[in-house]
């Protein structure tokens, strides 16, 4: 499959908001299984990760998969990384409420206690992965749905008919693939427009 230009920077957005939210759930795991999966504000980062890692997995397998899907649309992934934002954000919130009253210097944990110690670094960390993980789950919905309008603005309102991994905004307005480059080589070129006319 043939990415777009806006395709390919919003292939990198996702593929590195994947990796933080591996991270994320990594740690989660770690924090969860210390604690024997007890307290809610660790949980909560454990769910949301799971969600999210499910929700990414999809979005690529189908992406890759089927060349017209309504899921790389940006009416689609517009309010759905919106909910993912709006997800990570409250629970972010419940859980760093809770998370203060753990000791921020892991270090003054004695040495013989090291699995105390190891404990409280995965926290930390994990509570400040969670916040980079709703910052950019939040700019992957801002740009998109900055982008997208900005492309309506200017009068290319096939940005709306095909998945942003395929937008081209310079496409013809003729025929089945309007403004988007499906299948291989050529045919989302200009010359695409007499290609009805041939019969």
């Given at each position: 499959?043939?990415?777009?230009?806006?395709?390919?920077?919003?292939?990198?957005?996702?593929?590195?908001?994947?990796?933080?939210?591996?991270?994320?759930?990594?740690?989660?795991?770690?924090?969860?299984?210390?604690?024997?999966?007890?307290?809610?504000?660790?949980?909560?980062?454990?769910?949301?990760?799971?969600?999210?890692?499910?929700?990414?997995?999809?979005?690529?397998?189908?992406?890759?998969?089927?060349?017209?899907?309504?899921?790389?649309?940006?009416?689609?992934?517009?309010?759905?990384?919106?909910?993912?934002?709006?997800?990570?954000?409250?629970?972010?919130?419940?859980?760093?409420?809770?998370?203060?009253?753990?000791?921020?210097?892991?270090?003054?944990i004695p040495a013989e206690f090291s699995e105390d110690k190891a404990w409280c670094k995965n926290l930390q960390a994990l509570k400040a992965?969670?916040?980079?993980?709703?910052?950019?789950?939040?700019?992957?919905?801002?740009?998109?749905?900055?982008?997208t309008l900005t492309e309506n603005a200017r009068g290319h309102k096939h940005v709306f008919r095909g998945p942003l991994s395929r937008y081209?905004?310079?496409?013809?307005?003729?025929?089945?693939?309007?403004?988007?480059?499906?299948?291989?080589?050529?045919?989302?070129?200009?010359?695409?427009?007499?290609?009805?006319?041939?019969?």
């Amino acid at each position: 499959m043939a990415l777009s230009p806006v395709g390919r920077k919003q292939f990198a957005a996702h593929l590195l908001f994947f990796v933080v939210n591996l991270v994320v759930l990594a740690l989660a795991i770690k924090v969860n299984d210390f604690q024997e999966y007890f307290f809610i504000a660790d949980l909560f980062p454990l769910g949301l990760s799971i969600t999210t890692l499910v929700v990414l997995v999809a979005l690529f397998i189908v992406d890759f998969a089927i060349v017209e899907n309504y899921s790389g649309r940006p009416q689609f992934t517009i309010p759905l990384f919106a909910i993912l934002s709006v997800f990570w954000l409250a629970f972010n919130a419940f859980s760093t409420s809770r998370w203060r009253f753990v000791p921020l210097e892991c270090d003054a944990i004695p040495a013989e206690f090291s699995e105390d110690k190891a404990w409280c670094k995965n926290l930390q960390a994990l509570k400040a992965l969670v916040w980079v993980e709703w910052v950019l789950c939040f700019l992957i919905t801002l740009f998109t749905a900055r982008f997208t309008l900005t492309e309506n603005a200017r009068g290319h309102k096939h940005v709306f008919r095909g998945p942003l991994s395929r937008y081209n905004p310079n496409a013809d307005v003729f025929g089945h693939s309007v403004g988007y480059n499906f299948g291989g080589g050529g045919g989302g070129g200009r010359d695409s427009e007499f290609l009805q006319y041939e019969k």
